[in-house]
């Protein structure tokens, strides 16, 4: 049954696909999960922000639950010496086999670039880090931060610009989230140990507390029901257009915007660390 279930769920899929297309509210699309009143959701549900302090981080999460989803945030990182901090904003499931797709924003000192770090976790196993600096300052505005997940791939986006693809490549042995359902969570913490120049520069708490914002949540996605086996939605049946995302992949454009991505701005990449993997990049690398 267990092994069924995927199968059973996927011949569902086909016949009667709904999707809910959710232009958020943060009261009705998340809960604080932690931090006390360091969370807050402003501007009657418009945005929300997460502080931390010395004492503690904050954080949230949806209160559906996904599986698949094209889903946009929009972040404004913590400003000034950030150094220390991390912003984590990931799709999860729960338990030792659990799926995960992480953004993770590392602070820096005072005009000091942050680190964008991406991970991809399938059947508990993570170690697919890839690092990116940005091409803008993502304490100054609002920036779009953006998880395509659907059967196929799922595609990291900036702003609409593609950085990352991981694709589904089970036919390759490599395990692909798609069974398990995820939330979205994120959390503002304290990371001084790692997070900026791998620990050297200390988070300087005559800075704090330290603010990231959030608003115009965006989510054409496919809720969870506890019943586990289908897929429906709170909301009326979409349109079929508007449940391309289901089946979009990147196309030529997507494809050149994710080299010039990985060209430039890409400062880590799991598959061409030969110390780590000195028997060879992971299958997912070079398939
Ligand atoms: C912080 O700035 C330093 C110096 O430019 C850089 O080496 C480092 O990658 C930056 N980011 C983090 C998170 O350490």
Request: aromatic residues 14%; contains cysteine.
């Amino acid at each position: 049954m267990k092994i069924k279930g995927p199968i059973v769920f996927l011949s569902h899929l086909v016949a009667t696909y709904f999707v809910v297309a959710s232009a958020g509210n943060f009261y009705q699309d998340f809960e604080i999960t932690w931090g006390d009143s360091r969370a807050k959701i402003l501007e009657n549900g418009q945005s929300l922000s997460l502080t931390l302090d010395k004492a503690s981080g904050s954080g949230f999460r949806s209160k559906n639950e996904y599986l698949f989803g094209k889903i946009d945030m929009q972040l404004k990182l913590v400003a000034g010496n950030s150094a220390g901090t991390v912003t984590a904003y990931y799709l999860s499931s729960l338990g030792s086999t659990h799926d995960e797709i992480d953004f993770e924003f590392l602070g820096n000192l005072s005009g000091d670039p942050y680190i964008l770090h991406t991970n991809v976790f399938t059947q508990g196993k993570g170690n697919r880090e890839q690092q990116f600096y940005l091409w803008f300052d993502p304490t100054k505005d609002f920036h779009t931060y953006s998880l395509l997940w659907n059967p196929q791939s799922i595609i990291f986006s900036v702003d609409g610009t593609p950085i990352r693809e991981f694709k589904n490549l089970e036919s390759k042995g490599v395990d692909y989230p798609k069974n398990q359902a995820m939330r979205i969570y994120s959390s503002l913490w304290d990371a001084e140990n790692w997070a900026t120049r791998g620990g050297l520069v200390k988070t300087d708490w005559a800075q704090a507390p330290f603010t990231a914002t959030y608003r115009n949540f965006n989510a054409q996605a496919c809720v969870w029901t506890s019943s586990g086996t289908s897929c429906s939605s709170n909301k009326s049946p979409s349109s079929s257009s508007s449940q391309s995302w289901l089946r979009e992949s990147l196309d030529s454009n997507g494809i050149a915007k994710i080299h010039w991505a990985q060209k430039n701005y890409m400062i880590y990449n799991y598959c061409t660390d030969t110390k780590r993997f000195p028997q060879g990049p992971p299958v997912e690398c070079i398939a």
